[in-house]
């Protein structure tokens, strides 16, 4: 069993900063493509950012610049640094990853997700 567990969201004013980790832990034997989503209230998820094993990045217009990918493949961990925060980038961010798990195969996997609030 794979699960996937985020971290480091918060309240923060505009402007500021966060990290946020998703660390995948079980039985994980590889991970390909990882991914951060977000979604706001009232709207549909979305996608943040992706990052694959070669550590190749992509990000949706509105955050390049102030977000950014990464991975620790020793770890199983995907992060993202989130700066020059705005109040529109409120939401429950989630992590997504293809893991390689005691199937043989590539899953599907998804955390629960973590609040991020931006607000003076």
């Known amino acids: 069993q794979v699960q996937l567990v985020e971290s480091g969201g918060g309240l923060v004013q505009p402007g500021g900063s966060l990290r946020l980790s998703c660390e995948a832990s079980?039985?994980?034997?590889?991970?390909?493509?990882m991914r951060w989503y977000r979604q706001a209230p009232g709207k549909q998820r979305e996608l943040v950012a992706i990052?694959?094993?070669?550590?190749?990045?992509d990000y949706v217009d509105s955050v390049k610049g102030r977000f950014t990918i990464s991975r620790d493949n020793a770890k199983n961990t995907v992060y993202l640094q989130m700066n020059s925060l705005k109040p529109e980038d409120t939401a429950v961010y989630s992590c997504?990853?293809?893991?390689?798990?005691?199937?043989?195969?590539?899953?599907?996997?998804w955390g629960r997700g973590t609040q991020v609030t931006v607000s003076s």
């Open positions: 997504n990853a293809d893991v390689l798990d005691s199937t043989g195969r590539y899953g599907d996997y």
């Open positions: 079980g039985t994980v034997f590889g991970i390909n493509t």
């Open positions: 990052i694959d094993r070669s550590h190749l990045t």
